[in-house]
């Protein structure tokens, strides 16, 4: 017998070869996406920021348009009187002018820019935009604005009387009382600026044969702050029937303005 060894011919050597070898990973090719896939990716992709800016806005509109139904139902304002509006970005959003407040929509609310522009093809704002817009410019430290016909302030306001410190609560217009601006033709830019002159140091006040206007830093405590003036107007013009009222003295009543920066769940640090 031979003493060497059998050979395997190259052909089956290669096959052995390949069979021992590990086997390589096949690439899958990925899905091809659909049209309706890759346009709804796209929308995923672009949608946060977009919604985001556009929620917002509308929710304040909304809050907007909460706030004037409430005005109106409580009886603060009746009708189609008065208006409310709110800082944003650039100016306000204000009500529109002449619209009932149960038919306006988000849409309705109009964007008021601080030099007094509007967007195209947007309702026409309050006829009292100016005297909001003013009211911003005088109080950057506010941040909305309510104008009503309340029947006591307005009464007042007729009798061309201010409120004085009949009562300690009223100092919750920030100061020794809530003061009578003089009149002026509803908006114009001369009772804008007659009205920014009257908030400068305070946060209501009555306009002389016309009503009353509460700032506030939302929405909500402008509203109870013009609740505030009506009761308070209605406690005086009570008052006055009885007499000469009496009143507090400015000692007191600066004490009371310091106690107020303490009171409440949002004191003054």
Not at 64 to 81: F, K, N, Q, Y
Not at 186 to 204: C, M, P, S
Not at 244 to 268: C, D, I, N, W
């Amino acid at each position: 017998m031979s003493d060497r060894r059998t050979r395997k011919p190259r052909t089956v050597r290669a096959q052995t070869a390949r069979a021992s070898a590990p086997a390589a990973k096949v690439a899958k090719k990925p899905a091809k996406k659909s049209a309706s896939q890759t346009r709804s990716q796209t929308a995923r992709a672009k949608r946060p920021v977009v919604r985001k800016a556009k929620t917002s806005e509308v929710a304040q509109r909304r809050a907007v348009i909460a706030t004037a139904l409430d005005m109106c139902r409580t009886g603060l304002s009746p009708g189609r009187s008065g208006n409310v509006s709110c800082r944003w970005p650039g100016g306000m959003l204000i009500t529109p002018s002449g619209m009932a407040y149960e038919e306006i929509e988000p849409a309705d609310i109009v964007f008021v820019a601080d030099d007094g522009s509007v967007r195209p093809k947007s309702r026409k704002p309050s006829s009292e935009w100016q005297f909001h817009l003013s009211a911003y410019h005088a109080r950057p430290d506010r941040h909305a604005v309510i104008h009503t016909h309340s029947m006591h302030a307005t009464v007042l306001a007729c009798a061309h009387k201010s409120i004085p410190a009949f009562h300690y609560m009223v100092a919750i217009a920030g100061g020794m009382d809530i003061p009578l601006v003089s009149y002026a033709t509803f908006g114009t830019k001369e009772l804008a600026d007659i009205v920014a002159a009257g908030l400068a140091e305070r946060d209501a006040c009555l306009m002389a044969n016309h009503g009353q206007i509460a700032v506030g830093t939302t929405l909500g405590s402008a509203l109870e702050l013009a609740h505030e003036v009506e009761f308070l107007a209605e406690q005086y013009f009570k008052v006055l029937t009885l007499g000469k009222p009496k009143l507090l003295s400015t000692s007191e009543m600066k004490v009371v303005l310091e106690r107020f920066k303490g009171y409440g769940q949002h004191a003054q640090d």
